[in-house]
């Protein structure tokens, strides 16, 4: 168990829907990254969030959006979905400092749009 | 800009065998490396990393990593592989002076440990 937590791990929805993703990281990381895992893009980064400030921002499309709140969890929302969004989304987190850069991750929501 | 190859789509090994998984990696500046395993139907596990210092370096489950600056490469291997070894391997990198960590996979190896 990595300590990150993902809910709901699978979701089935409809094209044109809007869904939320939620992450609650390691206790004591303020870093969360989101990754989308596909069998043709492989694992690909989406965005990080660093203590509820945006630091960086990877291929994720207009129609993603996320945060990242006090309490420092993160929530993925992910809108006007299309059938090529279908995927696994994770999220990961991480101290970011010191010498700890790896990434923990959450077992991952699993995203059906039919 | 960032980049990982993994050359290697599958790696097939007897089990009690030592097992290699390739890595090579391009950044800008100075990297930081690390190797993930992931299991079916589960996220990805850390299994070790490069950050600094001695070029070889030991993670989980008996693996280990060396890096090697002049080749750009990372390979991941294991003295005698075990059945319950079989799993994805993916390769990470990140650029220490991006700013930002995020990490950059391979497309990953899958290792099958034959008994």
């Known amino acids: 168990d990595s300590g990150v937590t993902q809910t709901p791990k699978h979701l089935i929805t409809a094209t044109g829907q809007r869904v939320t993703l939620r992450c609650s990281p390691r206790s004591g990381d303020l870093s969360v990254y989101w990754y989308q895992q596909s069998l043709d893009q492989g694992l690909q980064f989406l965005i990080q969030?660093?203590?509820?400030?945006?630091?960086a921002k990877g291929n994720i499309l207009e129609r993603f959006s996320a945060q990242q709140f006090p309490d420092l969890h993160s929530e993925l929302n992910l809108s006007s979905l299309e059938l090529g969004d279908s995927a696994l989304y994770f999220c990961?987190?991480?101290?970011?400092?010191?010498?700890?850069?790896?990434?923990?991750f959450g077992p991952g929501t699993r995203l059906t749009v039919t | 800009a960032q980049s990982v190859a993994q050359p290697e789509d599958q790696v097939n090994v007897a089990e009690g065998n030592p097992l290699t998984v390739k890595c090579t990696y391009s950044?800008?500046?100075?990297?930081?490396l690390f190797w993930y395993v992931q299991y079916p139907n589960r996220g990805l596990q850390f299994l070790l990393k490069?950050?600094?210092?001695?070029?070889l370096v030991k993670g989980s489950y008996g693996f280990e990593a060396e890096f090697n600056k002049s080749q750009t490469s990372f390979h991941l291997k294991k003295p005698s592989a075990l059945v319950s070894d079989s799993a994805l391997y993916f390769c990470?990198?990140?650029?220490?002076?991006?700013?930002?960590?995020?990490?950059?996979f391979g497309k990953g190896t899958k290792l099958s440990v034959i008994p």
């Open positions: 490069y950050i600094t210092g001695d070029n």
């Open positions: 969030y660093y203590n509820g400030e945006e630091r």
């Open positions: 990961a987190s991480s101290v970011d400092g010191g010498s700890s850069y790896e990434q923990y």
């Open positions: 950044v800008s500046g100075n990297p930081y």
């Open positions: 990470a990198v990140t650029d220490s002076g991006a700013g930002s960590y995020q990490l950059t």
